[in-house]
């Protein structure tokens, strides 16, 4: 065995050399795993004892990727291209071995080698769009190559992993190995080539798979329409397809080419940008400042909720499918069964796409059962209350619960807004209260605001993160406040909404200018679509806001056929003309005078304000990172990926433009703009949101 470097062991068994990588967790493609591949090639081509050579990792994984790290820093060590030209060119076979993850660079290394073996649980896959690139060493102009056109757009497209079962079955691997003998399988691999004398397979000359596509543009308009909704607004798919268009019509260096100039062009453009802060973003979400590693966590194998309307059936329903058994209590037995068959409707619907077998879903429907005696929650080790927003109720509820459940219970309230601290008051030990804030629907939605109470324990908080984790959900720690950061954050877009609506800019021009910018649509198709009856009733209704006035004249959103918008059979919006004079009737009422406004002054009345917000937030300790405040509004609120979040976004545009235009409508339009104090100081001291140390 000799030591390359620090992350890199060459010996040789037989006549087969073995590469060995050991660069924990994962055996990213840092400088010190480029170099040691390389010398060990070096190594391995000088010595006349060699025949052929295994590429294998120590640990959990094979290559999972490129060292994200290293971008944007300067260029350090042999480059990626060297070394796949030193495998790739190499006149002794070399074979990859792959187990746990080849992902990015870590496939595109193992492309350029000249057979692939890999164990079952393998998963191979160019995850790169994830972060707005494209696979820059290659993997656009090989991965078609070896597993055909369509099948390399779905994958690079996508970022979706393939397992080596598929992987053998398209010819992206060669070979596969039983578990736990890789390298033994790896090593008779390369002893076959050698003595059947096998000719080196190199990927990028190999064109059987192109040629069904050569000459044929439609294959990829057809592709691009079939997936124009998933890729609205983002520039990676776009330039990803260009890139296998290229494979197909161009030779592999001129695809090669055009792959390297797009790639630096995604590189250092704002997209990618944005998508690398997200991913670091939402795995720094998970970190608590000031929560000790050796936190104790609670053991959570039952949990009860209180309410099985359509969020306490849908935050049941995350528990179910973690295995965890969950009993539902409710005041009426219509009430309890109407929530059991919505869970059970839910999931039949799902078995219906074919993401569900029938077995699964007997399997955690007997994972439920359901009362209407609060007693049967004694023993259970999380309670959630997931009734209607009304303190002195969600209060008569805790005391209750107190008086019920276990010592040592977590529980929970589900509550959108109200004080959680109030709530905890109604208890005796307020250390295990804690807010656990599902979105609607909540089987579906993946942000989960995680309230941490004034008094609320170390113990509390630390399992409710862990065990946001173990139901697929992200989650992120804020603090009291009314609103708490999502919805604090909405009420400011959703105020200036409805005043530039007053102003004379119609509903749908909002609603453009937000689905121009990147969310799925507007506040007031939103509104729309959730029904603008919902609190509403016609005895308390006093024509007192526009909202009332549409309801009273019976336009109650999509399901009413009219709201905002008329609604053809297909539920198809279009812009409404009695809602316009509707709206110039009232506003005119109301006092205000019609103008023209600019797309431009809707979206910074709309977008700058939620930025304050949420500098204000940042001020009062309510969040623990400014990329938390992105993190929730990426998962909850459909803030467009690939512009960052609220804050990123920010610091992208510069907080002095923010600032300078929050003033100027302060001036023009009153105090609801006022600048918070931590925009004007970080504008004064010339620092970005990302500058901010975390709160604890």
Not at 138 to 167: C, D, N
Not at 285 to 298: E, F, I, K, N, Y
Not at 452 to 465: E, N, P
Request: aromatic content about 6%; charged content about 25%; proline content about 4%.
């Amino acid at each position: 065995m000799t030591a390359i470097n620090s992350v890199t062991q060459l010996h040789r068994s037989d006549r087969v050399a073995v590469i060995s990588i050991n660069f924990p967790p994962v055996n990213a493609l840092s400088a010190a795993v480029r170099d040691g591949i390389h010398g060990a090639m070096q190594a391995a081509l000088q010595d006349s004892a060699v025949d052929a050579v295994v590429l294998i990792c120590e640990g959990s994984t094979f290559i999972a990727g490129a060292d994200i790290t290293e971008f944007g820093k300067p260029p350090a060590g042999v480059s990626l291209g060297e070394v796949q030209r030193i495998l790739e060119e190499s006149s002794k076979p070399v074979i990859a071995a792959i187990h746990g993850t080849a992902l990015g660079g870590g496939l595109e290394v193992a492309l350029v080698c000249h057979w692939r073996i890999a164990v079952p649980s393998a998963r191979l896959g160019l995850p790169e769009v994830n972060i707005g690139l494209l696979p820059g060493a290659g993997g656009t102009q090989r991965l078609p190559r070896i597993v055909g056109v369509e099948k390399a757009l779905e994958m690079m497209t996508s970022g979706s992993h393939v397992g080596a079962a598929e992987a053998l079955d398209i010819g992206l691997i060669d070979e596969m190995a039983p578990e736990g003998e890789l390298q033994a399988e790896a090593i008779a691999l390369a002893q076959r080539v050698v003595a059947e004398k096998r000719p080196l397979r190199k990927v990028r000359a190999q064109n059987d798979k192109l040629l069904a596509a050569r000459g044929q543009p439609a294959l990829f308009d057809r592709f691009r329409q079939a997936n124009a909704r998933k890729f609205r607004g983002l520039e990676a798919p776009e330039k990803i397809i260009q890139c296998v268009e290229a494979a197909v019509n161009l030779p592999i260096e001129e695809g090669l080419k055009l792959e390297r100039q797009l790639f630096v062009e995604l590189m250092q453009g704002p997209q990618s940008a944005a998508l690398r802060h997200y991913f670091f973003a939402s795995r720094q979400a998970w970190q608590v400042p000031g929560l000790s590693r050796d936190t104790p966590l609670l053991p959570v194998e039952t949990v009860g909720i209180l309410g099985a309307g359509t969020m306490g059936a849908g935050i049941a329903m995350n528990f179910l499918n973690a295995g965890i058994p969950v009993h539902i209590v409710e005041t009426r037995q219509e009430a309890l069964d109407r929530g059991f068959k919505t869970i059970r409707s839910n999931y039949e619907n799902t078995a219906k796409k074919g993401r569900l077998q029938a077995a699964d879903i007997e399997q955690r429907m007997a994972l439920l059962s359901g009362s209407l005696e609060m007693q049967q929650l004694a023993e259970v080790d999380l309670v959630i209350e997931a009734v209607f927003e009304n303190m002195d109720v969600k209060k008569d509820i805790f005391r209750r619960l107190d008086q019920t459940c276990k010592a040592g219970a977590i529980l929970a309230s589900n509550t959108s807004a109200l004080d959680l601290n109030e709530i905890a008051s109604a208890t005796t030990r307020p250390e295990s209260v804690i807010g656990l804030h599902f979105f609607s629907p909540a089987n579906v939605m993946k942000l989960l605001e995680v309230v941490r109470g004034q008094h609320t324990s170390d113990a509390v908080i630390a399992t409710s993160m862990q065990l946001a984790k173990k139901i697929g959900k992200v989650a992120v720690l804020v603090g009291v406040c009314p609103g708490f950061v999502g919805n604090r954050i909405l009420a400011q877009r959703q105020r200036e909404a409805n005043a530039l609506i007053m102003e004379g800019a119609m509903p749908w021009a909002v609603d453009r200018v937000l689905y121009q910018f990147g969310f799925p649509m507007g506040p007031f198709a939103m509104s729309d679509l959730a029904g603008l009856d919902l609190g509403w009733s016609k005895e308390k209704s006093s024509s007192s806001t526009l909202r009332e006035v549409l309801c009273e004249m019976d336009r109650r959103g999509q399901k009413s056929g009219a709201g905002f918008y008329d609604y053809d059979e297909k539920r198809t919006a279009v812009p409404s003309r009695l809602v316009e004079q509707t709206i110039a009737d009232f506003a005119r009422k109301k006092g205000f005078a019609a103008r023209e406004v600019s797309d431009a002054e809707i979206l910074e009345r709309c977008i700058y304000p939620m930025i304050n917000e949420g500098a204000k937030i940042l001020e009062e300790g309510m969040a623990l990172r400014a990329s938390d405040i992105d993190v929730v509004w990426v998962n909850g609120y459909g803030w467009p990926i690939y512009r960052g979040g609220p804050m990123f976004y920010a610091d992208q545009i510069g907080l002095d433009k923010v600032l300078a235009r929050m003033q100027h409508f302060e001036q023009q339009l009153g105090a609801q703009f006022k600048p918070a104090k931590l925009l004007e100081e970080l504008v004064a001291s010339g620092r970005k949101f990302s500058d901010l140390k975390p709160s604890k």
